[in-house]
């Protein structure tokens, strides 16, 4: 099956792992509209952690939608996901790109830093990623970022991401600055129906329900 690829724009789901009832979650989740979704798990259990990259990216191949894998390159590879996602302390963009070859997706998180946006995109990122624009329950000491990032980031043509203490009610404004996609952790990993929760953040964009294969 071939690797998806980077959709349009859309919800962008990243795990709040590790969890026993990951992949029934990431089902809902992806039955409501994902478009993107994140393995995200910061433990050592890279047993653990590979066998479960590996079923998620077979439960996101069957709904056509990317796994980007957090932080970890050779996870992303050796679990055959689409791509990784690389904060500021996780290697460069060039090794990453060698790594998983030409047609990964490879996202950075710029935080509140459009000289780093500026670089990054200049250097192959396949999106930028901004935040925190709202208090983040996921990251309570992260940078806050503005929707005058997301409009000045235009100029660099990557899809942009917003992330931070994001919800159905305060989302708009982030899409009109030029969010593409919205990271989602809390606002529906936390909430008791994972599939209505991602339903709202996809409504948002006017998106065709995804089909359940």
Do not use: W
Not at 21 to 35: K, P
Not at 153 to 171: E, M, Q, S
């Amino acid at each position: 099956m071939p690797v998806p690829t980077l959709p349009p724009c859309g919800l962008y789901a990243i795990t709040d792992g590790p969890r026993d009832d990951l992949l029934d979650v990431c089902a809902r989740v992806l039955e409501g509209g994902a478009r993107l979704v994140q393995y995200r798990d910061k433990t050592r259990d890279d047993a653990r952690r590979l066998a479960e990259a590996t079923r998620l990216r077979e439960l996101c191949d069957r709904h056509g939608v990317p796994l980007i894998v957090n932080d970890d390159v050779e996870l992303a590879l050796r679990c055959g996901a689409a791509g990784v996602h690389l904060g500021e302390d996780d290697g460069d963009l060039a090794s990453a790109r060698a790594r998983l070859g030409a047609s990964a997706i490879l996202g950075v998180s710029c935080y509140d830093d459009i000289d780093r946006a500026r670089r990054l995109a200049a250097e192959g990122a396949d999106y930028l990623a901004f935040g925190a624009f709202f208090a983040s329950t996921t990251k309570p000491l992260a940078r806050r970022a503005t929707p005058a990032l997301l409009r000045e980031a235009r100029a660099f043509g990557k899809p942009l991401v917003a992330i931070g203490g994001i919800t159905p009610g305060n989302a708009a404004p982030l899409i009109d600055a030029g969010a593409d996609f919205l990271a989602i952790v809390s606002a529906v990993f936390a909430y008791p129906d994972t599939r209505a929760a991602a339903h709202a953040f996809a409504s948002l964009f006017h998106q065709d329900p995804v089909s359940t294969p």
